[in-house]
């Protein structure tokens, strides 16, 4: 009887140390990256808008004669410049995700297996990620 445990306590160890997680696969990436760069286009436009509305805006609203200012024009360009700032992490995530997609590939890798109390070698179907340094 504890031969047979030591056995399945054995087969339960080698089948965890070589399985791998389950990993994205390429469709994932490149669906990750399409979405932020939507991300990207939706701040950078809006962005965009808020400044050229903000200068437009201040300098229609402000005469330069009176000491009243008005800050709506100001704090749209702030905004603006704020929804800018936050479209480059978005660009810069979805250029690498297009990466790491491109740089997928499937093939057969020998993985060792136990097969009758010995280690033999089978083809087993993989992802591959290449990094590029």
Request: glycine share 6%; aromatic share 14%.
């Amino acid at each position: 009887m504890k031969k047979n445990f030591a056995t399945i306590l054995f087969l339960l160890f080698t089948l965890s140390a070589f399985s791998q997680n389950k990993t994205n696969d390429k469709n994932h990436y490149l669906q990750k990256s399409k979405n932020q760069k939507t991300g990207f286009y939706v701040f950078a436009t809006t962005g965009s808008v808020l400044i050229i509305t903000g200068l437009i805006y201040g300098s229609a609203h402000n005469d330069p004669n009176s000491n009243n200012y008005n800050y709506t024009g100001g704090f749209l360009a702030a905004g603006g410049l704020a929804a800018l700032g936050i479209s480059i992490p978005f660009f810069s995530a979805s250029m690498k995700n297009k990466r790491k997609a491109m740089s997928l590939s499937f093939k057969n890798e020998k993985m060792q297996q136990l097969n009758k109390n010995s280690f033999v070698y089978k083809s087993v179907p993989s992802l591959t990620l290449k990094i590029n340094f």
